[in-house]
C-alpha cells in the first residue's frame, strides 16, 4: 500500500518537474515508511530513495511513497524494476492472490527475489501483459512503465478501491491523491459545474470519470490508460472487466453454501499480512460476519474491532457491537464523537477527502480509522460493498416492487408493500410507492414524479441560472431498466453510483492514519455470483434483505444479529449535531467564502436553514453538502468561473 504519482514531460514543463519533491511529500501519509523515485531520460534510467535535481531533466518520472505491509524488508522497495530492465512500477495496493499467481509463474521460468506482491504483480505483467489482470484477485492502482515499447500504462481495480487520478489535457500527470496532482501546477483550479450540481444535489461527488476540477478525471474503476511517452497526447482507455452475471438455475440452499464458500475464501485471501490486522465493527450484518468470518479461519488470531457508538439511542447500535466481540473473543474499540470534535476536525476531514462529503457518517469513520492507528494497526478489514451487491438498503424494496410490477405479479408486488411498510423505521407505503414508480418510468418523467413528491430537483438555494448558463440541467440518476430492476440498479450503485463515493471516503480515511483498508465483499467472484441469483434470493417476498446471505452465515453469525429487521446504516446524529453548533453554521454561511461559491444561493440557502432550525421544515442532509462545500471552495482554492 502506498501513495503512487508521476509524470510524461517535456521540455516546456521543466518546473512542473521540479515540484515532484512536494507532490511527494503530499503523499507521505499513504506511505510513511520509505519512498523512491524512477527517472526515465532518452533510453537512460535513474533510481533513487531521494530527489536528485537531475530528475527534472526525465522524459518520464515514477514516484513512491511506501506503507509496507507484505514483505517488509527493503526487497519490496519501489518503483521495482525486472531483471531484464524493461518494466518498471509504481504499484499501490495489495494482491491478496500473489502466492498462488508466483507457483504458476515458477513453472514458466520466472525467478523470484522478494517475497512481495509487488515483484509477482511485474512478472504476471511480464508474461500475460494486459491479460494479466483479470488474473489478479485485489485491489490496485499503478503505473507500468514498459521501455522497449516507450508506453506507460495505467490501470485501476475492478470496482476503483485504489484511488488515480489523471490531468485530462497537456503533460500527463497522475497522483494517487487529488489534492498531490494540484501540487504539479499543471492544471486550473476551476471547478467542474456538472460535478458541483451532482455533489450538491444528490451527494455524489465520484460518479463517472469527472472530478470537482474541471481539468482532472479520475481512471474509472477496471480500466486501463496506455500513454505513448514520446506522444503523450495518445491515449488510449479501455474497460478490462465487467461483470458476468448469466442468471443462475440454483436452489436457495445451494445458493447459500456457495456463498458462504466463496465468502470465507475471499476473507482468507485478505487475511495475509505481515503486520497487525483489524476489524471495522458497526454491529450489522456485513460487518459481523466478517469478524466471525476472520475468528471461522483463523481461530487463533488476535483480534482487534473498532466501532464508532452514537450518542443517540435510536441510532446506537452498541448492543449488537457487543454480541459480536463476546462471541467473536475480539478486543473492542469504542468510539464516540461530539457535535464540538466534528467542528474541530472538520477542515481536516474536507482536505483529508479531496473532494466534498455528502454527510457526516465519513466523519464517524475518520476517528475509528483514527483510533485504529492509535492502537498500532496498520490493516483493517471492512464490510463495504455488501448493501450494494445484496440488496441492503430500504430504497432497493422498490426496485425488487419494480420488478413484480413489470413482470404482472400485482399480488406478490402488493404483499411484499405492505410487508416492507411495516419494517422497523421504514419509510411508509407512499415513499415506497413514488420510489417504485421512479424505477418504472423512463428518466424524462422523474423531475415531475420528484416534484409530485415535493422534491425539487432544483431547490431554490441552488443558484439555477449559474447552472444552466454552464450547461447543467436538472435531471435524475435511477436507473431505467426494462427487466429485473433490483439487479440493474446493484449493479449500477456498485460500479457508477454508491460505491465509488464510500470507497473514495475508505481510502482517504484510512490512508489518512497510514491504514491499508481491505474489503473483502468487494471481489469479481462474490460480485458475478450474487449478481447472477434470483432476486427473491437478496429480497426476499416478506421484504427480508439479504435473504440468501443470512442463510449462508447461519451457525457462523450470532442468530441475534442475523434476525434484525433494522437497517440503521452508519448513521450519526447529523441533525442533532448541526443544531448543536448553531452559531458555527450561521459563522460558515454569512462567511464571504459562502459569498464566492456560485453555486449557491445564499440567501435562500439562510433562510432554508432558519426554517430547519426552526422546526417549519423537516432536515435535510443537502443543507450539510452545502456547508461542507463551503468548506472545501476555501481549503481547495476553488476557482468559480
Not at 97 to 111: I, K, P, S, V, W
Not at 290 to 301: H, L, W
Not at 333 to 341: L, S
Not at 456 to 474: A, C, H, I, K, Y
Amino acid at each position: 500500500m502506498c501513495g503512487i504519482a508521476g509524470i510524461i514531460s517535456d521540455r516546456h514543463n521543466r518546473d512542473a518537474l521540479r515540484r515532484a519533491p512536494g507532490v511527494l511529500a503530499s503523499l507521505r501519509h499513504r506511505g510513511p515508511d520509505d519512498e523512491g523515485f524512477l527517472a526515465l531520460e532518452s533510453d537512460k534510467l535513474a533510481r533513487s530513495h531521494r530527489w536528485d535535481p537531475a530528475f527534472a531533466d526525465a522524459d518520464v518520472l515514477l514516484m513512491h511513497t511506501r506503507l509496507s505491509i507484505i514483505d517488509l524488508s527493503s526487497g519490496g522497495w519501489q518503483p521495482m524494476s525486472t531483471p531484464d530492465g524493461r518494466y518498471h512500477i509504481t504499484f499501490n495496493g495489495e494482491i491478496y492472490n500473489y502466492r498462488e499467481l508466483r507457483d504458476e509463474l515458477q513453472r514458466a521460468g520466472h525467478r523470484f527475489s522478494t517475497a512481495s506482491d509487488t515483484e509477482v504483480l511485474l512478472h504476471a505483467w511480464a508474461e500475460w501483459d494486459v491479460g494479466a489482470l483479470t488474473r489478479l484477485v485485489g485491489m490496485f492502482a499503478f503505473a507500468l512503465l514498459d521501455v522497449h515499447a516507450r508506453k506507460l500504462t495505467l490501470a485501476r481495480d475492478y470496482f476503483g478501491i485504489k484511488p488515480l487520478f489523471v490531468t485530462r489535457a497537456g503533460p500527463l500527470a497522475f497522483s494517487s491523491e487529488l489534492k498531490s496532482l494540484l501540487e504539479f501546477g499543471l492544471t486550473s483550479r476551476a471547478v467542474n459545474p456538472e460535478v458541483a450540481y451532482l455533489c450538491l444535489r444528490f451527494g455524489l461527488c465520484d460518479s463517472g470519470t469527472g472530478t470537482m476540477f474541471r481539468d482532472v478525471e479520475q481512471l474509472p474503476p477496471a480500466h486501463y490508460m496506455e500513454i505513448s511517452i514520446d506522444h503523450p497526447s495518445r491515449r488510449r482507455t479501455a474497460r478490462f472487466w465487467e461483470p458476468a452475471t448469466t442468471p443462475l438455475q440454483v436452489s436457495l440452499d445451494e445458493a447459500a453454501a456457495k456463498l458462504r464458500e466463496l465468502f470465507l475464501e475471499s476473507v482468507d485471501l485478505h487475511l495475509r499480512s505481515d503486520v497487525p490486522i483489524g476489524a471495522a465493527l458497526s454491529g450489522g450484518i456485513d460487518s459481523s460476519a466478517i469478524v466471525m468470518a476472520i475468528r471461522e479461519v483463523n481461530p487463533a488470531a488476535e483480534l482487534s474491532t473498532f466501532s464508532f457508538i452514537a450518542e443517540e439511542g435510536s441510532i446506537s447500535e452498541e448492543r449488537w457491537v457487543d454480541i459480536v466481540a463476546a462471541r467473536s473473543g475480539s478486543a473492542v474499540h469504542k468510539i464516540h464523537a461530539t457535535a464540538a470534535e466534528l467542528v474541530r476536525d472538520l477542515d481536516e476531514l474536507t482536505f483529508v477527502q479531496d473532494q466534498p462529503i455528502a454527510g457526516s457518517s465519513p466523519y464517524a469513520q475518520y476517528r475509528v480509522f483514527r483510533r485504529a492507528g492509535e492502537a498500532g494497526i496498520k490493516v483493517m478489514i471492512d464490510g463495504q460493498g455488501a448493501d450494494e451487491m445484496l440488496g441492503g438498503y430500504r430504497y432497493y424494496i422498490a426496485a425488487r416492487l419494480a420488478t413484480l410490477v413489470r413482470q404482472g405479479r400485482w399480488r406478490e408486488s402488493l404483499a411484499l408493500l405492505q410487508s416492507a411498510s411495516r419494517l422497523p423505521g421504514g419509510p411508509g407505503m407512499l415513499w415506497m410507492a413514488m420510489r417504485t414508480a421512479g424505477y418504472l418510468f423512463p428518466p424524462r418523467f422523474h423531475p415531475m414524479l420528484r416534484r409530485l413528491a415535493g422534491r425539487d430537483m432544483m431547490p431554490s438555494w441552488l443558484d439555477s441560472q449559474w447552472f444552466r448558463t454552464r450547461g447543467v440541467r436538472e435531471h435524475s440518476l435511477e436507473p431505467h431498466a426494462t427487466t429485473d430492476v433490483l439487479q440493474s440498479t446493484l449493479r449500477h450503485d456498485l460500479t457508477t453510483l454508491s460505491i465509488p463515493q464510500l470507497l473514495r471516503y475508505e481510502d482517504r480515511n484510512s490512508m489518512a492514519f497510514s491504514i491499508e483498508s481491505r474489503v473483502p465483499f468487494l471481489t469479481p467472484a462474490l460480485a458475478e455470483f450474487i449478481g447472477s441469483l434470483p432476486e427473491e434470493y437478496l429480497i426476499s417476498d416478506d421484504g427480508t434483505s439479504k435473504y440468501v446471505f443470512r442463510r449462508a452465515m447461519r451457525g457462523l453469525v450470532p442468530d441475534e444479529i442475523l434476525a434484525r429487521r433494522d437497517k440503521i446504516g452508519f448513521a450519526t446524529p447529523e441533525k442533532r449535531w448541526l443544531q448543536t453548533v448553531q452559531p458555527w453554521v450561521e459563522r460558515v454561511l454569512q462567511s464571504d467564502v459562502a459569498g464566492s461559491v456560485y453555486p449557491l444561493n445564499r440567501g435562500a440557502l439562510q433562510r432554508e436553514w432558519q426554517r430547519v432550525i426552526s422546526g417549519r421544515v423537516p432536515f435535510h442532509s443537502q443543507l450539510w453538502r452545502a456547508l461542507n462545500l463551503v468548506r472545501w471552495s476555501e481549503l481547495y482554492r476553488a476557482e468559480y468561473e
